[in-house]
């Protein structure tokens, strides 16, 4: 199975900036979609960016303009660029793949999550 494990959460004053990497392990595999969720405090978890292997992305509108999404595939590696915070943007953040694994086919993963807290 593959892992992610998320970094670079943490506590910002609204205008800020942080940014999210989330690095995927396992062993030969390649990985399809890589995305960002979150989840506040009694909501649901929702997306708010993806991209494709190919680079093509996709933004929530409460994010756009604000967050860039990216990826290395050499490294197997999203990150998520995040400006302009706003204290609505206070979430746990969990990275998402899809990946096709030699020995076990396609599948999904989560990461464990990552605090993001915006001070007004």
């Known amino acids: 199975q593959v892992q992610l494990v998320e970094s670079g959460g943490g506590l910002v004053q609204a205008g800020g900036s942080l940014r999210l990497s989330c690095a995927a392990s396992?062993?030969?595999?390649?990985?399809?979609?890589m995305a960002w969720y979150r989840q506040a405090p009694g909501k649901q978890r929702e997306l708010v960016a993806k991209?494709?292997?190919?680079?093509?992305?996709n933004y929530a509108d409460s994010v756009k303009g604000r967050f860039t999404i990216s990826r290395d595939n050499a490294k197997k590696t999203v990150y998520l660029q995040m400006n302009s915070l706003e204290p609505e943007d206070t979430a746990v953040y969990y990275c998402?793949?899809?990946?096709?694994?030699?020995?076990?086919?396609?599948?999904?993963?989560w990461g464990q999550g990552t605090q993001v807290t915006v001070s007004s």
């Open positions: 998402y793949a899809d990946y096709l694994a030699l020995t076990t086919g396609w599948g999904t993963n």
């Open positions: 991209i494709t292997r190919g680079g093509t992305t």
């Open positions: 396992g062993s030969a595999f390649s990985i399809n979609v």
